[in-house]
């Protein structure tokens, strides 16, 4: 059974600090590794999807990389905002008869001080 | 594009009652949804994934007759929890794609279930 793990659970930073957030997962057989961002009461914002295939991808401030082989995925947030405070998820994609299906890691709750 | 609209956002209901939740793909044809639920401070699970006109897939230790899902047309599925209960108290998402388009899933804002 695929079991996605992130670290650190919470992390506060201040104001334009670089930071860096970890999913691991336990089986490397996945199809893509997405992240998303979860504001208090929401539903989930995609951030950057990787395919199996790829070992980073950029949008913005934010670099995914993806290390399948050793079940790791990292979130580098560059120059922090206040705004960027959420909970991030990472999700590992494996393909089934009915479609994607997604597994989501624990979460990591940021927040961004000013 | 690719909007996902969950209805209603938040509901508060007594013990016994049967709760409707519905999600709906504004602008593409949603052959797959899922139904996803989330205890405060965890992650996202899983219930179940729904194509269109076919019965939707439970996963292990979903209640398929408590969580009662529909997806009778493409832009279309509901979640009903029937005689719902405190421990059912929770916060419901829908996903939905399109599999012929080979697109990710575009999830709704969610629906916060509360029993008294």
């Known amino acids: 059974k695929q079991e996605v793990t992130q670290i650190p659970a919470a992390l506060s930073v201040p104001e334009g600090e670089n930071l860096v957030l970890n999913c691991s997962f336990t089986d490397s057989a996945i199809y893509n590794l997405q992240w998303f961002r979860q504001d208090p009461g929401k539903g989930l914002t995609s951030l950057l999807l990787?395919?199996?295939?790829?070992r980073e991808q950029t949008s913005g401030r934010l670099n995914a990389s993806l290390d399948k082989s050793s079940g790791r995925s990292t979130l580098y947030i560059a120059a922090s905002q206040p705004g960027d405070s959420a909970t991030y998820l990472c999700?590992?994609?494996?393909?089934?008869?009915?479609?994607?299906?997604?597994?989501f890691g624990t979460g990591t709750q940021l927040k961004v001080e000013l | 594009g690719a909007v996902v609209s969950q209805h209603p956002s938040w509901v508060i209901c007594k013990s016994g009652t049967s709760v409707k939740i519905e999600c709906r793909s504004l602008d593409f044809q949603a052959t797959t949804m899922f139904w996803y639920r989330q205890f405060p401070k965890q992650s996202l699970m899983l219930m179940a994934t729904s194509n269109e006109g076919s019965k939707a897939t439970y996963e292990q230790g979903v209640e398929k007759d408590k969580f009662l899902i529909n997806h009778a047309s493409l832009t279309l599925s509901t979640l009903t929890v029937t005689s719902a209960h405190p421990e059912d108290s929770s916060f419901y998402i829908c996903?939905?794609?399109?599999?012929?388009?080979?697109?990710?899933?575009?999830f709704g804002d969610g629906t916060r279930l509360s029993i008294l």
């Open positions: 990787i395919q199996s295939s790829q």
């Open positions: 999700a590992v994609i494996v393909l089934t008869g009915g479609g994607n299906k997604l597994t």
């Open positions: 996903s939905a794609r399109d599999l012929t388009r080979n697109q990710p899933q575009h």
